[in-house]
């Protein structure tokens, strides 16, 4: 039976349209819904095999903020109230078409801010996992135990390591949505500083490892194997280097 939530929150979620507060009682909600979990996978699949097919190329988190800037609050009268806001959404659907096209004609020199702006939305999905718990959909330091557990959550192969020994244990994992895409996030601690590594499928070349800072944490973001890599965290860069190291060898 389909739940209420389903039709309140569950699009908007996957959009990543919901405030913060919405957002995190719908995760709430998904540790228990079946149904729930399943459209989103099912959405996910579907956003995926669309970018397959090149008939989808996801914009860039700083066109919104361009969008955003651009449009300025009117107080039209009662009498031309509906033809000034098509000319609103005329105007920035423009935008978002040019944008777009620009996006698909020059691959090759988005890739750096690219990976600039994912990191910075994932270092918002960090931040959020810090809530409460929304650290872990499964708790545990065992490889194999995590890894089962994503067993019909994702639908992409990736790898699940834990690095106990050199300072780095495996605490867990869990599903995390980001730019309207699903990621595993692998969770560790180091020196009791929780650290995400969100893992998600990319068409994109191997890249050297990037590393940058947002709010007071540290990321670190790499590709590898038709794989896309970042870490989060509080702990120092230099840290995350060392564990993007040993993930890579």
């Not at 190329?57 to 300025?72: D, Q, T, V």
């Not at 000034?84 to 698909?104: F, Q, S, T, V």
């Not at 490892?209 to 870490?231: H, L, N, T, V």
Request: net charge negative; with cysteine; hydrophobic share 45%.
């Amino acid at each position: 039976m389909k739940c209420d939530f389903a039709d309140s929150h569950l699009q908007g979620y996957f959009d990543g349209e919901l405030a913060a507060p919405s957002a995190a009682e719908f995760e709430r909600h998904l540790q228990h819904c079946v149904h729930c979990a399943d459209e989103l996978v099912d959405l996910d699949l579907l956003s995926g095999r669309l970018q397959l097919a090149q008939l989808y190329e996801a914009a860039p988190a700083s066109l919104r903020i361009k969008i955003r800037a651009g449009l300025r609050p009117v107080v039209p009268t009662a009498s031309v109230r509906q033809p000034l806001l098509w000319h609103w959404l005329a105007a920035a659907a423009a935008l978002l078409l040019l944008a777009i096209a620009g996006w698909r004609v020059s691959p090759m020199l988005r890739t750096d801010d690219y990976q600039a702006e994912v990191a910075a939305e994932i270092v918002d999905a960090h931040v959020r996992s810090l809530q409460p718990g929304h650290m872990t959909g499964i708790a545990s330091s065992d490889e194999h135990a995590v890894k089962a557990w994503f067993d019909g959550k994702v639908k992409f192969a990736f790898p699940v390591r834990g690095f106990a020994n050199e300072g780095f244990p495996l605490e867990g994992g869990r599903v995390d949505m980001v730019e309207g895409r699903s990621m595993v996030a692998l969770v560790y601690s180091q020196r009791d500083h929780p650290v995400n590594l969100f893992m998600w499928p990319t068409r994109e070349q191997d890249t050297s490892p990037r590393a940058g800072s947002r709010q007071g944490y540290q990321w670190i973001d790499w590709r590898k194997g038709k794989m896309e890599f970042c870490a989060v965290s509080e702990a120092s860069n230099s840290d995350l280097q060392q564990l993007q190291r040993l993930f890579t060898e």
